[in-house]
């Protein structure tokens, strides 16, 4: 069987390449999965840049899903069986014909459900819905902020925040985004290339998601009204910093909190990596990726797919998604 490699940080033209992989044999613990698609993040785009501090060094595979058929299985497993079709959280590895993953990292997935859905439940879907539902609990009523809400994550976290019965303000880049956001029920779209945040929204947010960072982090924080929740989950304008300098004025941009602060504000300010979620708390992980095939299966959520390529255009797919042409889900079919 085959893998993508990622032998060199750059373009995606010279970033990548294809060569047979080993096949290994599950643990306990583990399940092996035969690939159908698997699915392209953000953090794929980074980590291909070099800017991303937890990929592993090169060469190596990178990609945080797939979609496939169970064909290998440890003797611990038993919510899931040979020949089943399921959705791996792959934690890397994802670009490949067979992945091996946690046996909590996968589920179940009906043998005809959309498999850019599929690919869009696992790493985006879960890392909404743990920010959404379990880091901050978002209530009926309160005001919400979403940056870059046409994305990925930005999706579908403004379906669950819709789900949930909150007013959504989200923000996107281009005319064209602000319709997908119209149509997918945001309630106030802004435009942040027209309008900063800061000078289009006048109310007060009970919670932020903010996956810019830098000064946009900071904005968010100026937004929040006291008992509101920021949540942090991603960096995206560090790919615009080209030297030490443009990195250092990200992170100042953060700003500083003290905790004091927050006591006297009752503010919280939430840091989302669901890495280390599915290294320290597997079963949340679970939780999360159960739930998000629940909400789907009953038609609660319904994940925007933006493009399914077949595996000889990988490195259209990472232009599309680098340059921001992309709306929703993109995967990479074998
Ligand atoms: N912490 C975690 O566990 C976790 C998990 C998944 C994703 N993430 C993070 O969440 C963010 C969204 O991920 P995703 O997979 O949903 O990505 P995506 O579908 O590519 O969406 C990202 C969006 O961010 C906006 N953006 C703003 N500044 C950008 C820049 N400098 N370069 C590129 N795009 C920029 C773009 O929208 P506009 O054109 O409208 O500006 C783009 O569509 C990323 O920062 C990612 O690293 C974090």
């Given at each position: 069987m085959d893998a993508i490699f990622l032998?060199?940080?750059?373009?995606s033209e010279i970033a990548f390449e294809r060569k047979e992989m080993k096949v290994l044999e599950p643990s306990d613990d583990e399940v092996g999965v035969e690939v159908e698609a698997f699915g392209l993040n953000f953090a794929d785009v980074m980590a291909r840049l070099g800017l991303y501090k937890d990929c592993p060094p090169l060469p190596t595979i990178i990609g945080y899903e797939a979609v496939g058929k169970v064909i290998k299985i440890g003797?611990?497993?038993?919510?899931v069986k040979i020949g089943d079709r399921v959705i791996a959280f792959t934690?890397?590895?994802?670009?490949?014909?067979y992945v091996l993953t946690q046996g909590v990292a996968c589920v179940k997935i009906a043998d005809d459900y959309d498999i850019g859905k599929a690919l869009a439940l696992a790493t985006q879907y879960c890392t909404a819905y743990y920010a959404c539902c379990v880091a901050t609990n978002v209530l009926p009523g309160e005001r919400v902020l979403v940056q870059a809400a046409a994305g990925g994550v930005g999706t579908a976290l403004v379906q669950l925040c819709k789900w949930k019965g909150a007013i959504v303000y989200g923000t996107a880049g281009s005319p064209k985004k602000l319709e997908y956001l119209k149509a997918q029920g945001v309630d106030f779209p802004i435009n942040y290339n027209e309008k900063s945040i800061d000078s289009a929204i006048k109310e007060k947010m009970d919670v932020v998601f903010d996956s810019l960072g830098g000064s946009d982090f900071k904005k968010g924080w100026n937004l929040l009204e006291r008992g509101g929740r920021l949540v942090g989950y991603g960096?995206?304008?560090?790919?615009?910093?080209?030297n030490i300098f443009g990195t250092l004025k990200l992170g100042v941009g953060f700003g500083i909190y003290h905790p004091v602060q927050l006591l006297m504000e009752s503010k919280a300010l939430i840091g989302v990596n669901m890495l280390r979620i599915a290294d320290y708390k597997p079963n949340t992980l679970k939780y999360c990726m159960e739930e998000v095939v629940k909400l789907a299966e009953s038609g609660i959520i319904d994940p925007v797919v933006g493009g399914i390529y077949s595996i000889d255009k990988l490195n259209e797919a990472h232009n599309d998604l680098e340059s921001r042409k992309s709306v929703g889900k993109l995967g990479v079919k074998w």
């Amino acid at each position: 069987m085959d893998a993508i490699f990622l032998v060199k940080n750059g373009k995606s033209e010279i970033a990548f390449e294809r060569k047979e992989m080993k096949v290994l044999e599950p643990s306990d613990d583990e399940v092996g999965v035969e690939v159908e698609a698997f699915g392209l993040n953000f953090a794929d785009v980074m980590a291909r840049l070099g800017l991303y501090k937890d990929c592993p060094p090169l060469p190596t595979i990178i990609g945080y899903e797939a979609v496939g058929k169970v064909i290998k299985i440890g003797k611990n497993i038993g919510h899931v069986k040979i020949g089943d079709r399921v959705i791996a959280f792959t934690r890397f590895g994802g670009y490949a014909q067979y992945v091996l993953t946690q046996g909590v990292a996968c589920v179940k997935i009906a043998d005809d459900y959309d498999i850019g859905k599929a690919l869009a439940l696992a790493t985006q879907y879960c890392t909404a819905y743990y920010a959404c539902c379990v880091a901050t609990n978002v209530l009926p009523g309160e005001r919400v902020l979403v940056q870059a809400a046409a994305g990925g994550v930005g999706t579908a976290l403004v379906q669950l925040c819709k789900w949930k019965g909150a007013i959504v303000y989200g923000t996107a880049g281009s005319p064209k985004k602000l319709e997908y956001l119209k149509a997918q029920g945001v309630d106030f779209p802004i435009n942040y290339n027209e309008k900063s945040i800061d000078s289009a929204i006048k109310e007060k947010m009970d919670v932020v998601f903010d996956s810019l960072g830098g000064s946009d982090f900071k904005k968010g924080w100026n937004l929040l009204e006291r008992g509101g929740r920021l949540v942090g989950y991603g960096a995206a304008t560090q790919t615009d910093s080209k030297n030490i300098f443009g990195t250092l004025k990200l992170g100042v941009g953060f700003g500083i909190y003290h905790p004091v602060q927050l006591l006297m504000e009752s503010k919280a300010l939430i840091g989302v990596n669901m890495l280390r979620i599915a290294d320290y708390k597997p079963n949340t992980l679970k939780y999360c990726m159960e739930e998000v095939v629940k909400l789907a299966e009953s038609g609660i959520i319904d994940p925007v797919v933006g493009g399914i390529y077949s595996i000889d255009k990988l490195n259209e797919a990472h232009n599309d998604l680098e340059s921001r042409k992309s709306v929703g889900k993109l995967g990479v079919k074998w």
